[in-house]
T-cell receptor
Framework: QKEVEQDPGPLSVPEGAIVSLNCTYSNSAFQYFMWYRQYSRKGPELLMYTYSSGNKEDGRFTAQVDKSSKYISLFIRDSQPSDSATYLCAMTTYSSASKIIFGSGTRLSIRP | DAGVIQSPRHEVTEMGQEVTLRCKPISGHDYLFWYRQTMMRGLELLIYFNNNVPIDDSGMPEDRFSAKMPNASFSTLKIQPSEPRDSAVYFC?????????FGPGTRLTVL
């Protein structure tokens, strides 16, 4: 079993829809949780970063962490075609300056 | 800042040849990471350095892979000899504090 599980998709939704992306994990020692966005033929870029459980909002993006269920989510409101990318969840026991475990990524497509 | 710089962007080589990938981290960043990304295995950490010193190389798949960081502004990942299963996109990332910044990657094809 992988430490981090993520549905690879692809996920296709119409413009303006709310998107929900999810990951589950097995290591209860994970403390820092991240979402990276990767456009085609580019490197991943950090989108959201949260510590421990709870919610964090940044514009149209909301990250949720439920440590009791070992489940994290990323919500995208009012989705735009420019949000079309692969989204990777990531987590680590220390800070993100150390070893990060990535999910396999979910490919998202927003239809105009 | 120009961000993390990687070269070459594309590399095509034949099985058995030596391949050297290069990375220039963002100035002032004290951590450097090498990753490999494939469709089958996703994004995998190969090795990372702190202040030019290798901290964890447990992700390096075989002795054919080696990485060096001779100074704070340069790192190399070498594969010798290369094999077709090494074909992947190799990313370098650097960080200070809590955020890793990735380079554009080197797409390696071993024939």
């Amino acid at each position: 079993q992988k430490e981090v599980e993520q549905d690879p998709g692809p996920l296709s939704v119409p413009e303006g829809a709310i998107v929900s992306l999810n990951c589950t994990y097995s290591n209860s020692a994970f403390q820092y949780f991240m979402w990276y966005r990767q456009y085609s033929r580019k490197g991943p870029e950090l989108l959201m970063y949260t510590y421990s459980s709870g919610n964090k909002e940044d514009g149209r993006f909301t990250a949720q962490v439920d440590k009791s269920s070992k489940y994290i989510s990323l919500f995208i409101r009012d989705s735009q075609p420019s949000d079309s990318a692969t989204y990777l969840c990531a987590m680590t026991t220390y800070s993100s300056a150390s070893k990060i475990i990535f999910g396999s990524g979910t490919r998202l497509s927003i239809r105009p | 800042d120009a961000g993390v710089i990687q070269s070459p962007r594309h590399e095509v080589t034949e099985m058995g040849q030596e391949v050297t990938l290069r990375c220039k981290p963002i100035s002032g960043h004290d951590y450097l990471f090498w990753y490999r990304q494939t469709m089958m295995r996703g994004l995998e950490l190969l090795i990372y350095f702190n202040n030019n010193v290798p901290i964890d190389d447990s992700g390096m798949p075989e002795d054919r892979f080696s990485a060096k960081m001779p100074n704070a502004s340069f790192s190399t990942l070498k594969i010798q000899p290369s094999e077709p299963r090494d074909s992947a996109v190799y990313f370098c990332a650097s960080s200070v504090a809590d955020t890793q910044y990735f380079g554009p990657g080197t797409r390696l094809t071993v024939l």
